[in-house]
């Protein structure tokens, strides 16, 4: 069998609020995306996943939809989104969607109609629920992105709570309701039909909800809902959504969003081959930068989604703190890169990584985001002039500091810089079917630092990451054994030249057989 593309892909999230604007709103659009594919290609990205460019009120920036098939006017047209498409696939790089079936708007038509009576034919497309005698809300379920907040609201018109884990904005679907997975099947259906390449899917391990509404364990509490559980319905659910993708010829993807920080329940949603084809695995996004925790974090995901599909890897999206500031430096941010990069599994980038971005620091008079993830949304600045490539010198959020220095253009000019690193590590990637699909196996390594092998057929690669801004010398560990060349150095020391005795602070290499 043929490894589906997906398998050795580097994926490319992009915020389409942020990426890049072409009517100078301030507010990035879908024909600014296109104009910068040529940025993607030189890259060498396989696929652009695009968050939510749907009609929406934006409580939540997009992923609150009041109509799953059109292009929201401030991000353009259906035309536009074709348009992209056909460039996008002209360059060969994939296009997945976003696509949110945990919740719709409140303001979408099918919610509106639900809510417009207890007969609506529609009513049971949400989840509602009676109200108590106590006239508190039907369990102690908490919202997510918001503290604290009941993930229940009172419909005062109709006299019944309705659902919603995020903002009240966002009311649940119902799942369990087969007009509701007809509906939005034919979503999934509407997009392949316009040649999407796949999905990634938003928190689907939610969707499935448990029918008598159970409490969580108050000792958990404020952990939101949608965090903390999963209902097995779920399953089904998404075996459901395989069979729509598998109408389709070339290997549709889906990558599901499944929040749960435990690997074992993440694996679970691979379904032995009948469930997600990519799971997202949050637990090595939130793990501190030392050798020791990723080792740990690189084990599990041997032991748990290998023996269930292919593991996927990312360090950084729209929804938490970028890791070049969570992990401090630059230079670490360099090293992450090949640890990203050199890891066996489908990788995701977020835009503005290969720049190096920082998060944003946002004045309190420019807050918008009710969850506090403004800073990692901040614009992307393409060029050094005033508007940075905008048309605007003030978008819709603050840039993201050094914009004068730190922008696409600058560091395009600049070999030495984190942009070219990332384009050489692709293009090793590329080149290396070891990197690409390759086994995987940890090595010995000296305090501090972590190595492994990548092997496939006769094609190897060995990569070291030295996790501690201090010289580590390589001695006489397995990680230095045998003869290699430094094919790619996170920060460009002694590439084409024998592998050192010792590796630099926050040095990171992938190496060649010699
Ligand atoms: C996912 C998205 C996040 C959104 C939430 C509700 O977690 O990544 O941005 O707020 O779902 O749709």
Partial sequence: MQTPWWQTAVVYQIYPRSFADTDADGIGDLAGIRGRLDHLAWLGVDAIWLSP????????????????????????????FDALVAEAHARDIKVIVDWVPNHTSDQHPWFQEARSSRDSPKRDWYV???????????????QTWTDDQPTWTLDEATGQWYLHLFLPEQPDLNWRNPEVVAAMHDVLRFWLDRGVDGFR????????????????????????????????????????????????????????????????????????????????????LFTRWEAGRWRHQIEEVAREIEPQGWPSWVLSNHDQVRHRTRYGTEPRARAAAVLLLGLKGTAFLYAGEELGLEDAVIPEDRVVDPGGRDGCRAPIPWTGDADHGWGVEDPWLPWPPEPEVRNAEALRADDASILHLYRRLLAERKAAPSLALGDQTLLDAPAGVLAWDRTSGGDRRRILVNFTDLPVDLGASAAAGGTWTVAVASDGVGEGEPLAATLGPDQAVVLRPA
């Fill in 53 to 80: 460019f749907y009609r929406s009120p934006m409580a939540d920036f997009g992923y609150d939809v009041s109509d799953y098939c059109d292009v929201d006017p401030l991000f353009g047209t259906l035309a536009d």
């Fill in 128 to 142: 509602w629920r009676e109200p108590t005698p106590d006239g508190k809300p039907p369990n102690n379920w908490v």
């Fill in 201 to 284: 899917m938003d928190v689907l391990h939610a969707l499935g909800k448990d029918p008598d509404l159970v409490d969580d364990d108050p000792a958990l509490l404020p952990i939101p809902h949608s965090a903390l559980n999963h209902h097995e319905s779920t399953y089904e659910i998404v075996r459901g959504l395989r069979g729509v993708l598998e109408e389709y010829p070339g290997d549709r993807m889906m990558v599901g969003e499944v929040f749960l920080l435990d690997t074992a329940m993440v694996a679970s949603y691979y379904d032995g081959g009948q469930g997600l084809h990519l799971a997202f695995n949050f637990p090595p």
